[in-house]
């Protein structure tokens, strides 16, 4: 008994101590080792570990470990009731177990397999208002004694405070990521600009796709607007309360995709210096766009529909499983249903993500809210020039709809901020839109040539008369042309212009 007491009195500082961490520590990985590492000492335990409970999988998994074994035991989950832990966690009762081969609760698996012998268990539920969110268990008492109900009693205290901080840091982590997502969106206009009736359809379309939980893919032209119609979708479901997350498939090399995509543990690869959360786990009771869709390497594909059928994933580098509920949204510029037929798209992602089929029309298909459009993207650029409305007249007006926009909305709103930037603060005139308009000369066509060898005079022209009017600005001329930075780079490889302007 004597040895007993000081245990006590030293674990009653430590309780103290979890009344400071649920202020201060935010970082759900680093709580969790500093409450297994507190409550290890306080059980001077040969083996401990702290596993929280996935709701979704039914499953207990090991977060933290300590003991000889702490590496290999992480690779393991316990169902929800079996062996001590599961038992634990269904029935939300603590359990001090003396000697565990007479207890047929005892799920031996686990040890058997990294080669650790158990002798005793000591294992109590973590409860935040009478929902079990994980358990903690100690094994072996370091001076082979068993433990204590007193010691159970104690633990089970600690074990309160401990889901308290953990709460208290996940709802931390859950806040700083959707102000992560927030702070993306905050320069995104939402709102489809548009009369005609393909917009109306299009919208009413996307209207009927919002109530359902059905995976989308959006179709269209690079600059029709397929982002801005995946977040109408998103803000009238029923996720709206949670911010989408978008990636662009196109913009990165796979392993950088898979990454952003999966998240990635520290030390993953080189410059992993810390964990990185990925827009699979941000997105979890969200909407995930993936844009560019078409252009995903085969074997980011086969990645990412096994997560999709699994609704589980693992961080690069890490070996716990990451459960999540996520609605799809995909986009693409690429006539998928050919890339399927020849190949280069996967069947099974394609009917995956394809439950829904949306169409997003290019510009010169409803040049009637082209004026609209105009006008639109005029008072919002105003700013940046002036204080009062800018008009767009009538002269201007017609010029524009006489052009079929091969950038389609995107190629349009940049031709209206360059014009409120460049011209004269009160209008946009038709001189104001000459660097895509007026300079556009139509390539001379030579007899004699295949078509294909057309095709490829016209794309070497159209690509030096986009640099030619951005300055040589690779990065502006790929927005105006609707085009990714990185491809615009290959074609001007490709096509042997070696100087811009």
Known sequence: MTSLKPSVDLSIDHLKNITTWISNIYDLNQLL?????????IMRAKASSLLLLDQKTKKLYFKVATGTKKDEVKNFAVKLGQGIAGHVAETGQPLLIEDVSRDKRWYRGISDQIGFKTRS??????????????????????????FQQNELELLTVFADLAALAILNARKFQFAERDNTVLKQDLDLKHQIIGNSKVIKQVIADAMKVADSTASTLILGESGTGKELLARLIHAASSRKNRHMVAINCSAMTESLLESELFGHEKGAFTGAGEQKIGKLELADESTLFLDEIG???????????????DGVFYRVGGNMPIAVDIRIIAATNRDVAEQVRTGKFREDLYYRLNVVELRMPPLRDHKEDIPLLARYFADLFKTEKASCPIEVPEATLEKMMTYDWPGNIRELRNAIERAVVMGNGRQVLPEDLSFIILDCVPPQISFGKTLKEALEDFKRQFIEVNLKNTMGNQTRAAQIMGIQRTYLSRLITQYGITKTP
Not at 33 to 41: H, K, N, P
Not at 295 to 308: D, F, H, I, T
């Open 295 to 309: 252009e995903m390497s085969q074997g980011m594909q086969a990645k990412l529909l096994r997560a999709l059928q």
């Open 33 to 41: 080792e500093l409450i297994l590492e507190t409550g290890t000492r």
């Open 121 to 146: 268990i000591l294992c109590v539920p973590m409860k935040v208002e009478d929902n079990v969110i994980g358990v903690i268990e100690f094994i072996n008492k370091s001076d082979g004694e068993s």
